[in-house]
C-alpha cells in the first residue's frame, strides 16, 4: 500500500536538493558546549593516536604481516572518524540540528559501513595471521608472505567496500515518509530505515545480508582460528610458552570484543526495536571511543610497536641535540 506524503523515489527526486535533518544531541541543549569539548577533544586524541600508529610501521623498513594490518587498521580507524565525528559536532553547534543532503547521507552510510566492514575483514587476517604463527611457526614466513599480505588486505576492502555498496543502494531505494528528520548524529542504516514507509520486513533483509556477511562469516572465522589456537596451546607443555604466545592475540581479542560488540547491538535486532537515544549512545562508544581505545591497546601490547615508538622518540631526542 503506497504511503501518503512519501518522497517520490524516481530519477526525478533522487538528486541533491532532497535533504534529511539530523537532529543529533537537540535534547541535550544545556549540554551542548560540553558535548562539543568532549568530542572535539576525543576525535583529536583519536586522530594523533592512530597517526602515531600509522607513521610509526610506515617508518619500520622491515613490517611485519601483524604490524602492516595494524598499519591498515589505523588507516581505517583515521578514516572512521573523519566521516562521522565532523558532521556530530556541527550538530552540536546548530541548535535545531543540521542538514545533510540525500547523495551526502548515502555517501556517509556507505562509507561507514564500507570501513567497519574493512575493520571486520582485517580481523579475520589478524585472526589467521596469529593461528599461522602459533599453530604452524616453521611456516610462517612462508605463509604470511608481502606479498599473501597484500593481496588478503586488498580482498578485505574491496569486498567491505562491494556489500556497503550494496546495503547503501537498497536502503535509499525505499520510499521514505514526510517527515526526514533523522534522530541520530549521523546517516546511521537503523536511523534511516525507521524513516521507510514500509511496514513489512522486506527493507531489513539487505541489512540482514550485509549482517551475516560482515559480521556473522568474519566472527565464525576468527572464532574457528581461535579454537585451533587453543587447541594448539593445550599441547604446550610449558605454562611459560602458553602464556607468552596467549599473550601475542590478548590486543586481538579485546579489538575484537570491543567491535563486534558494539556493532552486534547495534544492527542485529528487529526494526520494532529501535530506540534512538539508546543507540546513540551506543554509536558514541562504536563512533568515538573504541577508534580511541585501538591504538592505546596495541602500542601498551605489542612490543614491536612500542619499541618502534621508543625508536622514535630517540631519533627526535637526538635531533634535538644536534
Given at each position: 500500500m503506497p504511503c501518503e506524503g512519501c518522497l517520490e523515489r524516481d530519477n526525478m527526486s533522487t538528486d541533491a536538493t532532497t535533504e534529511f535533518l539530523l537532529l543529533?544531541?537537540?535534547?541535550?541543549?544545556?549540554?551542548?558546549?560540553?558535548?562539543?569539548?568532549i568530542f572535539l577533544i576525543v576525535h583529536l586524541v583519536t586522530l594523533a593516536g592512530n597517526m602515531m600508529v600509522f607513521v610509526a610501521v610506515v617508518?619500520?623498513?622491515?613490517?611485519?604481516?601483524?604490524?602492516?594490518?595494524?598499519c591498515q587498521l589505523s588507516v581505517i580507524e583515521l578514516c572512521y572518524t573523519l566521516v562521522i565525528v565532523p558532521k556530530a559536532l556541527l550538530s552540536l553547534i546548530v541548535v535545531d540540528g543540521s542538514t545533510i543532503s540525500f547523495i551526502g547521507c548515502a555517501v556517509q552510510m556507505h562509507f561507514f559501513v564500507a570501513l567497519g566492514g574493512a575493520e571486520c575483514f582485517l580481523l579475520v587476517a589478524m585472526s589467521y595471521d596469529r593461528y599461522v604463527a602459533i599453530c604452524q611457526p616453521l611456516h610462517y614466513m612462508a605463509v604470511m608472505s608481502e606479498?599473501?599480505?597484500?593481496?588478503?588486505?586488498?580482498?578485505?576492502w574491496?569486498?567491505?567496500?562491494?556489500?556497503?555498496l550494496g546495503l547503501t543502494v537498497a536502503v535509499f531505494h525505499l520510499p521514505f515518509c514526510q517527515s526526514h528528520r533523522i534522530n541520530h548524529f549521523f546517516c546511521d542504516v537503523p536511523a534511516v530505515l525507521h524513516l521507510a514507509c514500509?511496514?513489512?520486513?522486506?527493507?531489513?533483509?539487505?541489512?540482514l545480508a550485509a549482517c551475516v556477511l560482515l559480521l556473522l562469516l568474519p566472527f565464525l572465522l576468527i572464532l574457528t582460528s581461535y579454537v585451533c589456537i587453543a587447541v594448539a596451546l593445550l599441547h604446550v607443555t610449558s605454562s611459560v610458552g602458553r602464556g607468552k604466545a596467549f599473550s601475542t592475540c590478548i590486543s586481538h581479542l579485546a579489538i575484537t570484543l570491543l567491535h563486534y560488540g558494539c556493532a552486534t547491538f547495534i544492527y542485529i535486532r528487529p526494526k520494532s526495536s529501535y530506540s534512538p537515544a539508546r543507540d546513540k549512545v551506543v554509536s558514541l562508544v562504536y563512533t568515538n571511543i573504541t577508534p580511541l581505545l585501538?591504538?592505546?591497546?596495541?602500542?601498551?601490547r605489542n612490543k614491536e610497536i612500542r619499541g618502534i615508538l621508543r625508536k622514535m622518540l630517540r631519533r627526535k631526542k637526538t635531533a634535538q641535540l644536534n
Open positions: 543529533g544531541f537537540s535534547e541535550l541543549l544545556c549540554l551542548r558546549v560540553l558535548l562539543f569539548l617508518m619500520e623498513p622491515s613490517r611485519p604481516p601483524m604490524l602492516f594490518f595494524l606479498g599473501f599480505c597484500l593481496r588478503l588486505a586488498v580482498v578485505c574491496l569486498g567491505a567496500f562491494a556489500v556497503a514500509t511496514q513489512s520486513y522486506t527493507p531489513e533483509l539487505p541489512l585501538y591504538p592505546l591497546i596495541y602500542s601498551l
